[in-house]
């Protein structure tokens, strides 16, 4: 069964800093990668999807890339400001099987510093 | 204004009580997803529909129900037989089952 692992659980930066968060998920038969961003009690915003065929997507201040066969994605982001401070969810899409839903990490609680 | 509208923002239940939990969208989406969301853990796939007057159980449909009616309704009934229904509920829709999926704001259910 796919597991997503998200890595650090929490990080706090001073402002301006670049940064990098890390999810890994352990079965590589995945049609797409997705990253979200929750702010405290609300629904998800969604940030970047990265096909399985596709290296990087960019946005702003935000990369995400994906390296399929080694299990792993990472999220970039550059300049950090305070409204950026939110906790950023990792999913995947799985290719085998039935086209149920996306299984997710459980995110990594970002603070950014003024 | 597109996008994803679940309804209400917060609701108590009493124990033994059925209560039902909407999820509108606009998008003219295809594919609609009921998630829950407890603190220290991921996201949770309850039931999902990939097209109208059809619907499957996902990892933890015991205890809810739902239908499909109508292309831009999903609505997620949680039941008696739910013996822990305190949590964040999350509903998602995405043009079809394997594309860019979006997200309501949530609903916070309590059982009182």
């Known amino acids: 069964k796919q597991e997503v692992t998200q890595i650090p659980a929490a990080l706090s930066v001073p402002e301006g800093e670049n940064l990098v968060l890390n999810c890994s998920f352990t079965?590589?038969?995945?049609?797409?990668l997705q990253w979200f961003r929750q702010d405290p009690g609300k629904g998800l915003t969604s940030l970047l999807l990265i096909q399985s065929s596709q290296r990087e997507q960019t946005s702003g201040r935000l990369n995400a890339s994906l390296d399929k066969s080694s299990g792993r994605s990472t999220l970039y982001i550059a300049a950090s400001q305070p409204g950026d401070s939110a906790t950023y969810l990792c999913?995947?899409?799985?290719?085998?099987?039935?086209?149920?839903?996306?299984?997710f990490g459980k995110g990594t609680h970002l603070i950014i510093q003024p | 204004d597109g996008g994803i509208t679940q309804s209400p923002k917060y609701l108590f239940r009493k124990e033994g009580q059925n209560v039902t939990l909407s999820c509108e969208q606009n998008l003219n989406h295809d594919a609609m997803y009921w998630y829950r969301q407890d603190p220290g853990q991921g996201l949770r796939l309850i039931y999902y529909s990939q097209i109208v007057n059809d619907f499957q159980k996902g990892d933890i449909a015991e205890g809810y129900s739902v239908s499909r009616e109508k292309k831009e309704s999903f609505p997620l009934t949680v039941t008696s037989a739910q013996k822990n229904p305190t949590a964040f509920y999350l509903c998602?829709?995405?043009?079809?089952?394997?594309?860019?999926?979006?997200f309501g704001q949530g609903t916070r259910l309590t059982v009182v």
């Open positions: 998602a829709s995405s043009i079809s089952w394997n594309t860019e999926a979006f």
């Open positions: 079965d590589s038969a995945i049609y797409n």
């Open positions: 999913a995947v899409k799985n290719s085998g099987g039935g086209a149920d839903g996306l299984t």
